[in-house]
């Protein structure tokens, strides 16, 4: 099959996985004419202008000292972020499981990996969070935290920033699955207004299209050499404009009101399948199992009886992925079947 062909394939399943926006997303409508507005910085006047000033109102919406767009994913702000902050032959901390970009980005900067491991959950098969005591250690220049994790572990930033304060490290967070914590008390507490550096992915709770970003520094170093070495110089305009119609609707009181909306329906689908256990910090990932079966089981189950296709499983849990894009209908069918497993 095409790439093209694939592109036009619809799927009939019920998608509890990234991206978030679920293919119908409306905040995204407008550049559905895609290739109609794929511009060059010579084909409008001073796009680049443009970009700064979105980036500039994106920092005073987030509070940080500086937020900038990405649209090669989380991957190139964890990257630009180590560029930035270290020189050849400096020590980074990183967890020993966690994305091959920690490790890559360390690479890149001629710097020696550092590596922590972290403790499973028993009970849940899943990495449990990063504690204060596994990242204490001198003489490294960075310190790279996954939190949440995939699954919605999610780790004290306020506690581990202490730590990295007296080792006089720079924390960079990787909050890829946290974009939507800013937007809302009854999610998690976000690192962007904690940690040095902290990097969110739009498209995996926040609605973005693939592969949409943000890079949030929170320190006194400008990140933008470190991006330049590693973007392109013909950057995706659309793409960008739709990080900034993301983010405006994520503020808007429009969006407040939908994620609340969401976070109330996931509640009452936790309270209505008491025959479900539930799991984790974020309830946006819904990290389910049930008594009798493995998750790889349930996760079988799921998708052949009831069209339900989950984001991750593991021997003993399964993760239903759920974002500011996931419908109503989507969820109410989802709470149907949870209830008659």
Not at 158 to 185: M, Q, R, T, W
Not at 246 to 261: A, E, Q
Not at 288 to 306: A, M, N, T, V
């Amino acid at each position: 099959m095409s790439l093209i062909n694939l592109l036009r394939k619809k799927s009939r399943k019920f998608l509890f996985t990234t991206p978030s926006h679920g293919q119908k997303f409306f905040i995204f409508n407008k550049f559905r004419n895609f290739y109609k507005k794929d511009i060059s910085e010579t084909d409008a006047h001073n796009p680049q202008e443009a970009l700064l000033k979105a980036q500039e109102n994106a920092a005073k919406i987030y509070g940080t000292q500086h937020t900038y767009f990405l649209t090669n994913g989380s991957t190139s702000g964890i990257i630009a972020s180590v560029l930035a902050c270290t020189n050849k032959d400096d020590k980074v901390l990183i967890w020993r499981n966690a994305h091959p970009c920690h490790k890559n980005a360390v690479k890149l900067a001629g710097c020696v990996p550092v590596y922590y491991d972290l403790p499973i959950n028993k009970d849940w098969g899943v990495p449990d969070k990063t504690l204060p005591e596994l990242i204490d250690i001198k003489d490294v220049k960075a310190v790279i935290v996954t939190s949440p994790t995939y699954e919605g572990i999610v780790s004290d930033i306020n506690a581990l920033k202490n730590v990295c304060k007296k080792n006089n490290s720079y924390l960079i967070v990787d909050e890829a699955h946290g974009a939507l914590y800013p937007f809302s008390e009854r999610l998690p507490q976000s690192a962007v207004n904690i940690a040095d550096f902290t990097i969110q992915s739009l498209h995996k709770t926040a609605g973005g299209l693939n592969p949409t970003a943000l890079l949030h520094v929170n320190c006194n170093i400008d990140a933008s050499n470190a991006l330049s070495m590693i973007n392109t110089t013909s950057p995706s305009y659309p793409l960008l404009a739709t990080i900034e119609a993301n983010i405006n609707f994520l503020n808007s009181n429009k969006g407040k009101k939908h994620l609340n909306k969401l976070i109330d329906i996931l509640e009452d689908i936790k309270m209505s399948a008491n025959n479900i256990e539930f799991f984790g910090d974020d309830i946006t990932k819904l990290l389910i199992k049930k008594d009798g079966i493995s998750g790889h089981e349930l996760s079988k189950l799921l998708f052949e009886r009831y069209n339900i296709e989950d984001e991750k499983t593991n021997d003993i849990s399964t993760m239903l992925l759920c974002g500011i894009g996931t419908s109503e209908k989507k969820l109410t069918y989802l709470k149907k079947v949870l209830i008659n497993l």
